[in-house]
Each structure stands twice: as C-alpha cells, then as structure tokens.
C-alpha cells in the first residue's frame, strides 16, 4: 500500500461537495490530490488528467491475504456494495473487475454504445464477456448474442444509458416470492428517493434530488421523440410527462427515457460510487482480476481464487463475500466451486459441495426486435443515446402490468437476418417492439470445469407460444404507431416489413427478428422455494459468509430496462451488511 493516503476529513468535504454538484469530478481529483495521495501517484494524475488519475487509482495498492469484504463485479450491483462499504465503514474492501479501465471515450461519449456490442457471433467487442446463446428452433436455429459488460462499471458502462425504475408490480412480487416487505414497493420507493438526484419535473412522492446519482431527461432531444409520444395518445396510449413517476404504477403509457448522461457524457455506476471512494484507505480495485471459485471451508465462504495478469491469488475474506458478476457469471462462480445442481457439476467432474438445484436455472430475458423500420423523409441524425423515446403497453388488458416496452431507435435496428432481408438505408428510423414480461424461461450450464471457458446458455426465447403472440401483437401495434398521421412528417416509406402480414409470415417475422435487450436476469434468484438460491437477505442457502447482488438474484426480470433495479438490489446488499 502507498505511504501516504486521502486525509479522511478532507476526502469527506470533497466527497460531499462532489454529490451535491459543488465540484466537477475533476475538481473532486484535484482536491484528492491535496489531500495526500504518493507523490509519484500524484505526479501521474497531474500529468495525464482526469482519466488517467482515475486510472492510476486502479491497481494501486498492494493485494494483502486478507480482507474484510469482496466483492466480485464492478457493475450496477457491485458498485452500491462496494462504493458504500469503503466509504461508510471501516472495513476492508477489495473490489475485483475482470475488465479493464473505463477511461476510454467508448465507455464515456454516449452515441459510443454500439461500439461495446457484438452484433453477431463470432464477432468481437472489447468490452463484452463474448458468450452467445446455444442455436434454438424457437428463433429459426439462430444462435444470439449476450452481451455482458466486462470493464469497469459492467453493463452502466456499456448500456444504452436508460434509467427505469421497473413496476410497482414488480416489486411487490418480488416481496411475496422472498416473504419479506423490504422489497415491497413502498420499501424500493424510499431508495430510490434516497439515490436519485432527479433533474426533471419534482414529483416528491415519487422522486429524489440531491441524491448521489444524477438522472435526468436527454437535452437537444431528437423532435421525432415528443411527436412519438403525440402518436401514442392519439390511439388511447396516455402520455406521462416522467417516465419513472406515476407512469410506473399504471396500466401504461408513453415518455421520454430518463437517462444517465450529464454534459454530454455517460455516468456509470462507477462515477459515483467507486471513483470517489478509489483514494480511501480502506478501498481497494483490482481490474483485469477475473474470480475462477470460491474458497469454501466446512458451510463457509472463506475468500476468492482469481487470476490477474497471468498469476493465480487466493484471497480471505473475513466478513463477507458478494457475488455481483451478472445473471451469467455468479451463478457460473456457484458452479465452478461446487454449488449448483448435481448433475450439472458431474457431467464436468466438479464435486458437489453445496446441493441447489435452481443454480442456472430460471433464466429469463427481456425481447428486442429488429421488426419495424420507416425511412425518414428527411433524415435526422441520432442524438443523446439514439433512444429517447418509449412507452409500455399491454398486449392482453387481462394483464395485471405490461408486457410490451417499446423503444424508437433513431437509427436502423435489425436483427442479422432482418438486416440481410430488407437492407435497409441508413437514413432510417425504428420503432422496435420489446417484450418485458416473458413466460419463457431458459437455463445456463457448465460446459467445462476450466473456470475460463465460457458458460452456456439455453436462453429458451419464445419457447412459451404466449411470447411469439405478444411480440406479434407488439409489432402490429408498432406499426399502427409508426403510420399514424401524427407520424407523417417523419415517414417516407415504411421499410420493415411494409406491410400487414399474415399470421404465419408475422410469427416467422417475429423469430427472424428477435435481438436480446441485453437483460438478463434471474438466475440465482431469490425466494423460499426449492429452486432458490438466496434468501431475503440475499444470502446463498447452505452457507455463510457469502451473497449474491446483482440481476440473477430477481425471481422475475423488471418490467424495464433492468440498471435501475440492479442498483436497488445492490443497495439493500449495501444496506443489509451495514445495518
């Protein structure tokens, strides 16, 4: 460790004035620098800026044998635990990231996301894990792609940038499924209103300021956004002036996205829980350190085994272990260190330790289709994240919530066979139906005991007919959207798939089509049946001094874009451990 550390007073003061958008965060390094950090670590960060002093704080200090907590994961789940851990308590806290540095311009300039996604397989991102699903009948023998965020932030590094908050519906299954009302709406809601610092319309029931993370509405917004919307209500779909207030306890309606960009530049969980924390005594990041297994001694967790840089370390953990690598690497983690289902672990030689037959299974994913697309009649260019404006629907008014989320995507969005088939130009835009209450439910599995090969995945996408006629349903409504007279101005033609089809045609269409959301969830899932994995205090059934943070531990995936409720679930992590 260096000689010379942050003053925790003065740390504090900057800290606080950074949250309460006194200071820039290059202002907030400059004032870390003042306070004390190694002079030949302050001489980097003076030299290089910002970035590099952010970067310099990666990997700076020493790896000791033993902390109190580690936490696995940079991303929405683990950057709550870990941020708040190091700076509201004394404990020892060693954050490990299998990526690399978020101080790059993809991670940080908006209209960059496209970049971190590999848009088929085969093909490469250098902020992706690369794992693609097993090929399945269900989307014509096509194999899809999974993106995960391997860098620092995880997937609110590499996402599209959305913040939304998921149904108050969803909340309280989740409290019914876990028996316990700290997930309940009502309980969500206060945590909300304690983390956002909201920029938008005040609505003090629903809505935070002065919180540490800065959500707002995109500025300069593209104008086929707002006549979206006017679209929408014309045919009885109600507009909501904020997306994540009242909007999210009704039977639904159209908004413009709240988003995560401040001048002009992507926030990631990691600006505001981790950066500020980097320089603590207490706090300590490793990047490319990627976690092979747990150290399990009697019905205990003990510490980690990971690789950094070529070499193997076996780290202690005094208090706590937490699992926050996403619904596909925490429960691959269970498995590769012997927890999971028995015949899951034989088939690979991995001697069952704990026995938990849901590790893997209920694998669940929010549905993007590359369906619909208008070619404008004057083109506009993207603006903000390409995505501003979106609205939930339900395809059976029987629903107790929607299921449809639709996104207008300011440039053409396809899947590769939707791509190939209608070639579309590129001055277009799409209006993609996306299904969020999926009935279909997939699984992962180990392929190999090598803790570096790739997990696998039945991703199980439209195995449940009720997904293939809700998506159907989601594309004739698209389409009535997309054609409406308030949509005129903005249509030349429409390109996909230009006209009504029938049914047959529209559920082939529909299995062309289909591209992930990016939303995995689900599979380490909380509850008090025999197929969950953790508790209500996300604590891993069968043993102590380990938990599970992050999108696997959802019994069922959030009817929205799923970084708002991550960061929920990391902060009663955070709250559960402090408390």
Not at 17 to 45: D, E, N, P
Not at 193 to 206: F, L, N, S, T, V
Not at 488 to 502: A, S
């Amino acid at each position: 460790m260096h000689d010379k550390w942050l003053n925790g007073e003065a740390l504090n003061k900057a800290e606080a004035a950074l949250y309460r958008g006194q200071i820039t965060r290059r202002q907030f390094m400059k004032a870390a620098l003042a306070a004390g950090v190694a002079f030949h670590t302050a001489s980097a960060m003076a030299s290089d800026g910002e970035a590099a002093a952010i970067n310099q704080l990666y990997n700076s200090k020493k790896i000791q044998k033993k902390y109190d907590f580690i936490v696995v994961g940079s991303g929405s789940g683990g950057c709550p635990v870990a941020g708040r851990l190091a700076t509201e308590t004394d404990g020892e806290v060693l954050l490990l990231e299998a990526g690399g540095t978020d101080q790059t311009e993809l991670v940080s300039v908006p209209g960059n996301w496209p970049g971190n996604v590999r848009w088929a397989p085969g093909t490469d991102a250098p902020h992706d894990w690369g794992v693609t699903a097993n090929p399945s009948d269900s989307v014509n023998g096509r194999s899809i792609i999974m993106p995960m965020g391997k860098v620092v932030g995880g997937g609110s590094a590499v996402n599209v940038m959305v913040w939304a908050r998921g149904h108050k519906n969803d909340f309280n299954f989740w409290a019914k499924e876990a028996g316990d009302d700290a997930w309940n709406y009502e309980s969500v809601l206060n945590i909300y209103r304690r983390i956002e610092d909201w920029q938008g319309a005040p609505d003090p029931k629903r809505r935070g300021t002065g919180g540490r993370l800065w959500v707002t509405e995109p500025e300069d917004i593209n104008p086929i956004a707002p006549t979206l919307l006017d679209a929408c209500e014309s045919l009885g779909i109600p507009k909501f002036v904020d997306q994540n207030g009242a909007l999210m306890e009704s039977e639904g309606g159209a908004a413009i996205a709240n988003v995560r960009i401040k001048n002009g530049r992507r926030l990631s969980c990691a600006n505001e829980y981790i950066h500020p924390a980097l320089s603590r005594p207490n706090m300590t990041m490793l990047t490319g350190a990627e976690v092979l297994n747990l150290k399990i001694a009697g019905d205990r967790v003990v510490g980690v085994r990971f690789e950094k840089d070529g070499e193997i370390h076996e780290i202690e953990a005094e208090t706590q272990v937490i699992l926050s690598a996403g619904a596909m690497n925490s429960p691959k983690i269970l498995m590769q260190s012997g927890i999971g289902p028995e015949k899951v672990l034989a088939k690979v030689g991995i001697k069952q330790i704990v026995d938990l037959p849901g590790v893997g299974e209920n694998f669940q994913d929010h549905c993007l289709l590359g369906a619909v697309m208008w070619e404008y009649k004057e083109a506009i260019p993207p603006r903000n994240n390409f995505a501003e404006a979106t609205f939930f629907w339900k395809s059976d008014s029987g629903l107790d919530t929607p299921d449809l989320q639709p996104f207008q995507i300011e440039v053409p969005y396809v899947s590769p066979v939707t791509g190939a088939k209608f070639s579309p130009p590129p001055t277009c835009w799409s209006l993609s139906p996306g299904l969020v209450r999926p009935k279909s439910r997939g699984r992962l599995y180990l392929q190999s005991s090598d803790p570096k090969a790739k997990v696998k995945v039945d991703a199980g996408y439209l195995s449940n007919l009720d997904d293939v006629k809700a998506c159907m349903i989601g594309i004739e409504l698209c389409r009535e959207i997309g054609n409406s007279p308030a949509m005129k101005d903005f249509v030349k033609r429409e390109v996909m798939p230009g006209k009504k089809l029938n049914q047959y045609a529209l559920a082939n269409h529909v299995r062309d089509s289909l591209t992930t959301y990016f939303h995995h969830a689900g599979t380490c899932k909380m509850g008090t049946d025999e197929m969950s994995v953790v508790n209500s205090k996300l604590e891993v059934y069968g043993l102590s001094g380990l938990m599970v943070a992050d999108a696997s531990i959802m019994p069922r995936v959030a009817t929205s874009n799923t970084m708002a409720p991550t960061v929920i679930i990391g902060e009663r992590a955070a709250d559960i451990l402090i408390a």
